[in-house]
C-alpha cells in the first residue's frame, strides 16, 4: 500500500522524478546528500581519472584536462537531543576545482548561524591562441602585427564566502542576518576595433583584449520576521556592492587607427540600499492579503577614466553621480467566498526613477545624438484577477485577465523606434483536474495583446526625422496565444507517464506602413515521460522532449537616415527565419541485483540545430548562413558494492561526447593573430572509484 | 498485471499488514509517547520515522511536531485508525486536495519567503509542498544544489532541454540552483524571482551590468531578458539569439545595421563572426567612459 500511495501523495510528476535513487546529470550520483538530517552523515573519497582533454565537459566542474582528479565529499550531522542544538559539516567537490562547504551551528528554535564558502571556476571552452600580453591585467600590450602566439587558458574563479545568523526573539518575532562576499578574478573573452582596414586573414581592425576581472559582490541582508497564525510580516534591510579593482582597460601596441581606442571602461562601482517590508495577513480563514513595499536607491559615483584619449565636455565632474531610485508597491487578496470558488487579485507599482544628472557629454553633438546621457526611467504597473471553480469529477476550472503598463522615458534625439508606453492585457482559461487515481493533468490557454501609445517619430538632431521602420521586439503591438497541456498518467500500477505539450505564437506589427523588424515568433516544446517498477529491485525510466523555436524578422541594407529602403538601386530587403531545433532524450536504468550490489545507468541525448534562412524580399540575393548542429551525448554507468551496511566501494564510468560543426570563430583571426578554436568533436572517458561510509 | 504478479505484488502487503496486526492486538501496552513518536505507526509505516532524524524531529523545540502530538500533528488524531485500518487516518494526504495538504504544513511554515505563497503560480496550479519537497526522506532533493533540477524538471520540460544547450549555468554540476534565482514558494517578482524584478535577480551575481553607466543601453536597463535566455542557448553568453539577428530586431537598418549576415566580407563578416555587433559595440551593456568623442555613445569603449 505505501509504495502506491506515497507515490500518489507526491504527485505522479513527482513520482517520475522520485522513480530512482538520485541521479546527477552530470554523472556523479549523490552518495554524500546535502541535508540537515541525523541520518544523512557520510562521506565518499576516491579518485577519478579522465582519459582525455574536455574543455566542455569541463568548463565548470574543471575536469578539462586528462589526469587525476579527487573525489571527496562529506556531511556530518550532529543532534544533542537534550538542548536541540545541531552541528553540520559539509563539504563538496573537494578534490576538484569547485569546492564547496558549509558549517551550520544552530540551537533550534532560539538562535544559530553558518558560514559558507564556495567557489566557481568556470574555464573557457574555447583554445584561445594569441600573442597579446598582460592577459588578466588592466595593461594590455597588442602585437603591432599578426602573430602567432601560444595558447591561453582563460577562466573566471568567483570565491563566495556567506555568512548568517538567525535568532528567535521574544514572543513570534525572528532576526535574520545575511552576509555574503564574493571575489572574482579572472579574465573572459573581450576585444576592441571597427571595422576598416586590418591585416590579411583579419575581418578588419579588431583585436583581442580579454576583460580582467578583479572585483567583490557583496550583499547584507537583516530582516524582522514576526509570524502568527494570522499575521505574518518580514521587514528590512538589503544592500548591495559592486567594487571593481580596475576601472579601465589600457593598451599599448596594437594597430595605430585603434590608438586613441583606450582606455576601455571597465564596470564602475555600484552599490544600492533597500528597505521592505512585506507581509501576509489571514483576514478570515478563506482569505489572505498579502503586501510588500520597499524603496530602493541605487548609485553609481565611480570615478572615470582618465588619460589623454579621454577629453571631456566642460562641465563634466569626474564621476556620473549615477543614482537610481525604485518604488515598489504590491497588494493582493486571495478569497474563497464558497468551497468551491477562489478568487485572486493582484496590484503591482514598480516605479524606477533614473536620476541621474543629464548633462551634456558630447560636444558638438552628432548627428544621431544630441550629447546628453541618457538616463532611463521605467514605470511598471500590472494587475491580474482571477476565478477558478471546482467542477465534479475533480475538475477545476480558472479563467483570469492580466494587465501590463509600462511607460518608458527617452531622450529627444535618437535612432531607435521608441513609444512611450506599451500595455498588455492577458487572457487566461485553464481546466485542471489534480485529484484522480490514473489520469491528472491541466488544459491550459492564455492570449495576451500589447499594444501601446503611437510610436513617436525618430529624429536625428534639430528635428530632421529619422528612420521609423523597426518597431523593436519589446515595444511592438504583439498578439501571443499560448496553449499547455499536461497529463500524468498511470495506466497500469508499475507504470507512469507524462506528456506535456506546449506551443506558443507570437504575431509582431511592425511600425506604421513597414514591414521590418519583428514578425513572428513560435516556441513547441513537445516532451513525454515515463517510469516504470518493475521490482523493488529494479526501476527504469525513459524521457523524450522536441524543442523547436523559430522566428521570423526582416530588414534592409543600408537604409539612408530618414529611412528610405532600399536608399540605392538593390540593396536588399531582406528577411530571415531563425530556429533552434532540438531533441532529446535520456533513458536510466537502476538494479540491485544482489542486496550488496547495486548498479545503474544513465544515457542522455540532445541533438540541437540552429537553422539561419535568409531570404531576399526584394533587391539583389542574399545567402542563408549554414546551419549548426550541435550534439551532446552523455552515458553514466555506476556499480556500487558494500563490504558492510554502512560501506563500500563505489565505481563510476562517464563517457561524454560533445560535437559542434559551430563556424562562429572557425575562420576569425584578430588583427594581432589572436585566433579562438575549439575541438569540433570532444569525448572524454572519465573512471572513478570511491569508497564511502554512513556515520550511524 | 496476471495472477502471478499479483500475488508476489501482494505477499509483502499481506504480510506487512498481519505484523501490523499483531502488533496492534498488543496496542494497549504501547505508550502514549510510542504512539506519538511514530513507534506504532512504524510497524506498518517504515519509512514513518525517518522524519525525526530531521529538524520536525527536535524534542528540545517546542514547535515540533514529535514536540507536540507527534505524527498526528500532521496527520491528526490515529486513535480510530489504530482501532482498525478500515478506519482512515483524519488526514489521509493521498486522498487530500492540494490546498488542503499545504494547509497542514502553512500552519508552521508560513512567514518570511513563503509569505506570498497564496495566489504564488505553483500555488493556483496546485502544487502541492510534498510534490517538491520530500519529509520521510533523509535527504530532500528539493533542498540540495545537485539535485534540485531534477524536482524542477520534474514540470519543467522545456527548461531541462535547455540546460544541455552549450551555453548555460553551471545547474547540472549542482553551482547554482533554480532557487538561486526562483523562489518556488511565491515572490512579488515576475516568474516568482527571489528578487523584486528580474534585473534585481540576475545584480545578485552580475552586478557589474548594474550601472547606470553614461552611455546606457535601454534594454539592458529593463530587463535582461530581452536578450538572454537564462535557462540555456546555444548562441554564447546565452543570448537568445545571435547577432546581428538580435540587434536587429530593435535597430533601425540605416549605416551598417541592416547589413545582411555573412561568414565573408570585412562589414558583413565582422557582424556575424566571433562577437558579432559586439567586436565593435563591445561594451554592450553600457559603458562609463565620458569621453566627448563621437562614437563613444556606441558603447565602444
Given at each position: 500500500m505505501k509504495a502506491r500511495d506515497t507515490l500518489r501523495m507526491a504527485g505522479m510528476a513527482a513520482a517520475l522524478m522520485a522513480a530512482f535513487d538520485t541521479v546527477h546529470a552530470q554523472g556523479v550520483e549523490v552518495q554524500v546528500p546535502f541535508a540537515l538530517n541525523v541520518d544523512s552523515s557520510a562521506a565518499a573519497i576516491g579518485l577519478g581519472y579522465a582519459l582525455d582533454d574536455a574543455p566542455r565537459f569541463g568548463m565548470y566542474n574543471g575536469i578539462t584536462k586528462e589526469g587525476y582528479y579527487g573525489l571527496f565529499d562529506f556531511n556530518l550531522v550532529d543532534r544533542d537531543d537534550a538542548t536541540g542544538t545541531w552541528n553540520w559539516l559539509s563539504g563538496r567537490n573537494l578534490g576538484l576545482d569547485s569546492p564547496q562547504a558549509r558549517y551550520e551551528y544552530s540551537k533550534q528554535g532560539n538562535w544559530g548561524y553558518y558560514l559558507d564558502y564556495s567557489k566557481i571556476t568556470r574555464n573557457e571552452p574555447y583554445t584561445v591562441t594569441t600573442a597579446v600580453g598582460g592577459i588578466g591585467s588592466p595593461n594590455l600590450s597588442i602585437p603591432t602585427t599578426p602573430t602567432a602566439g601560444a595558447p591561453v587558458d582563460l577562466r573566471t574563479k568567483r570565491e563566495a564566502i556567506g555568512v548568517g545568523f538567525d535568532k528567535f526573539l521574544y514572543g513570534n518575532w525572528n532576526l535574520q542576518v545575511r552576509f555574503r562576499n564574493e571575489e572574482k578574478e579572472g579574465a573572459r573573452l573581450f576585444a576592441r576595433g571597427t571595422t576598416g582596414a586590418g591585416p590579411a586573414g583579419s575581418f578588419g581592425a579588431f583585436e583581442f583584449a580579454p576583460e580582467p576581472i578583479n572585483s567583490a559582490t557583496r550583499q547584507l541582508e537583516a530582516k524582522i520576521g514576526y509570524n502568527d497564525s494570522k499575521l505574518q510580516l518580514s521587514g528590512g534591510y538589503y544592500g548591495t556592492a559592486y567594487n571593481n579593482q580596475y576601472t579601465g582597460l589600457n593598451f599599448t601596441g596594437g594597430l595605430a587607427g585603434l590608438?586613441?581606442?583606450?582606455?576601455?571602461?571597465?564596470p564602475p562601482d555600484n552599490q544600492s540600499q533597500q528597505l521592505y517590508l512585506s507581509g501576509g495577513y489571514g483576514f478570515t480563514p478563506t482569505t489572505r492579503g498579502t503586501f510588500k513595499l520597499a524603496r530602493t536607491q541605487a548609485t553609481q559615483e565611480a570615478a572615470f577614466v582618465t588619460g589623454p584619449f579621454v577629453p571631456l565636455a566642460p562641465?563634466?565632474?569626474?564621476?556620473?553621480?549615477g543614482r537610481v531610485d525604485t518604488t515598489l508597491v504590491q497588494a493582493g487578496v486571495t478569497s474563497r467566498p464558497m468551497p468551491k470558488l477562489t478568487l485572486l487579485a493582484d496590484l503591482r507599482y514598480d516605479d524606477r526613477d533614473d536620476k541621474t544628472p543629464v548633462l551634456v557629454y558630447l560636444t558638438p553633438p552628432s548627428s544621431t545624438s544630441n550629447g546628453e546621457n541618457e538616463p532611463r526611467s521605467i514605470l511598471t504597473k500590472t494587475g491580474k484577477v482571477e476565478a477558478s471553480y471546482m467542477l465534479p469529477a475533480s475538475f477545476r476550472l480558472s479563467g483570469g485577465i492580466g494587465y501590463e503598463e509600462k511607460k518608458r522615458n527617452t531622450s529627444p534625439v535618437r535612432v531607435v523606434s521608441y513609444r512611450e508606453t506599451t500595455e498588455e492585457t492577458s487572457y487566461r482559461v485553464e481546466l485542471r483536474r489534480t485529484m484522480s487515481e490514473t489520469v491528472t493533468g491541466a488544459l491550459a490557454y492564455v492570449h495576451s495583446d500589447r499594444d501601446g501609445s503611437p510610436f513617436q517619430q525618430t529624429t536625428v538632431l534639430a528635428g530632421t526625422p529619422g528612420s521609423n521602420l523597426i518597431a523593436p521586439i519589446h515595444l511592438a503591438d504583439r498578439k501571443r496565444d499560448k496553449v499547455r497541456l499536461s497529463v500524468n498518467w498511470a495506466p497500469i500500477e508499475p507504470l507512469s507517464l507524462q506528456f506535456v505539450v506546449e506551443d506558443a505564437k507570437d504575431s509582431y506589427s511592425g511600425r506604421d506602413g513597414s514591414n521590418l523588424g519583428p514578425r513572428e515568433g513560435r516556441a513547441q516544446n513537445y516532451s513525454v515521460d515515463a517510469a516504470y517498477t518493475f521490482s523493488e529491485q529494479l526501476q527504469a525510466n525513459a524521457w523524450y522532449s522536441l524543442n523547436n523555436t523559430r522566428a521570423e524578422q526582416s530588414t534592409c541594407v543600408a537604409a539612408s537616415a530618414t529611412g528610405v529602403c532600399p536608399a540605392v538601386g538593390a540593396t536588399p530587403i531582406w528577411g530571415a527565419t531563425l530556429q533552434n531545433l532540438s531533441s532529446s532524450f535520456g533513458i536510466g536504468v537502476r538494479d540491485k541485483p544482489q542486496s550488496d550490489l547495486e548498479v545503474g545507468a544513465d544515457l542522455s541525448y540532445s541533438d540541437i540545430k540552429d537553422e539561419y534562412r535568409m531570404d531576399t524580399i526584394a533587391g539583389n540575393p542574399v545567402t542563408s548562413l549554414p546551419d549548426i548542429s550541435t550534439t551532446l551525448t552523455r552515458l553514466n554507468l555506476f556499480a556500487r558494492h558494500a563490504f558492510q551496511k554502512n560501506s563500500g566501494i563505489r565505481i563510476d564510468y562517464i563517457y561524454d561526447r560533445f560535437r559542434t560543426n559551430d563556424w562562429t570563430w572557425s575562420s576569425w583571426m584578430y588583427a594581432d593573430g589572436t585566433r579562438i578554436t575549439q575541438d569540433p568533436d570532444q569525448q572524454v572517458t572519465f573512471f572513478g572509484v570511491s569508497y564511502y561510509y554512513r556515520f550511524q | 498485471m496476471n495472477s502471478n504478479s499479483a500475488t508476489r505484488s501482494l505477499l509483502p502487503l499481506f504480510l506487512l499488514c498481519l505484523s501490523g496486526a499483531l502488533y496492534f492486538s498488543n496496542a494497549a501496552a504501547q505508550s502514549a509517547d510510542d504512539i506519538r513518536e511514530g513507534k506504532v505507526c512504524a510497524s506498518c509505516h517504515a519509512n514513518a520515522p525517518i522524519v525525526w532524524s530531521g529538524k520536525h524531529g527536535t524534542k528540545a523545540d517546542g514547535r515540533t511536531p514529535i514536540a507536540n502530538a507527534g505524527c498526528a500533528t500532521c496527520h491528526g488524531d490515529p486513535a480510530e485508525h489504530l482501532k482498525s485500518f478500515q478506519n482512515p487516518m483524519p488526514r489521509r494526504f493521498s486522498k487530500m486536495a492540494s490546498s488542503e495538504k499545504n494547509q497542514v504544513c502553512t500552519t508552521c511554515h508560513q512567514g518570511q519567503a513563503r509569505i506570498h505563497w497564496q495566489g504564488s503560480t505553483h500555488e493556483r496550479a496546485d502544487v502541492a509542498c510534498a510534490t517538491c519537497h520530500t519529509?520521510?526522506?533523509?535527504?530532500d532533493k528539493a533542498r540540495d544544489k545537485r539535485t534540485q533540477f531534477e524536482v524542477c524538471f520534474a514540470c519543467h520540460k522545456e527548461q531541462r532541454a535547455l540546460l544541455n544547450r552549450p551555453s548555460r549555468h553551471p545547474i547540472r554540476e549542482g553551482l547554482v540552483a533554480c532557487s538561486d534565482c526562483h523562489n518556488p514558494h511565491g515572490s512579488v517578482g515576475p516568474s516568482m524571482m527571489v528578487r523584486d524584478n528580474v534585473n534585481d535577480t540576475c545584480y545578485t551575481c552580475h552586478m557589474e551590468k548594474r550601472g547606470p553607466f553614461v552611455r546606457t543601453h535601454q534594454p539592458v536597463q529593463e530587463n535582461c531578458a530581452i536578450c538572454h535566455n537564462p535557462h540555456g542557448t546555444t548562441t554564447p553568453n546565452l543570448l537568445k539569439a545571435r547577432p546581428p539577428f538580435l540587434c536587429q530586431e530593435c535597430h533601425e537598418p540605416t549605416s551598417h545595421r541592416g547589413n545582411v549576415a555573412s561568414l565573408a566580407g570585412t562589414t558583413t563578416g565582422a557582424n556575424t563572426l566571433a562577437r558579432g555587433c559586439l567586436n565593435c559595440h563591445t561594451n554592450i551593456h553600457g559603458t562609463n567612459n565620458p569621453a566627448n568623442i563621437s562614437n563613444e555613445r556606441t558603447f565602444r569603449r
Open positions: 590608438s586613441n581606442f583606450t582606455p576601455i571602461a571597465l562641465g563634466i565632474g569626474d564621476n556620473l553621480m | 519529509v520521510h526522506t533523509a535527504h
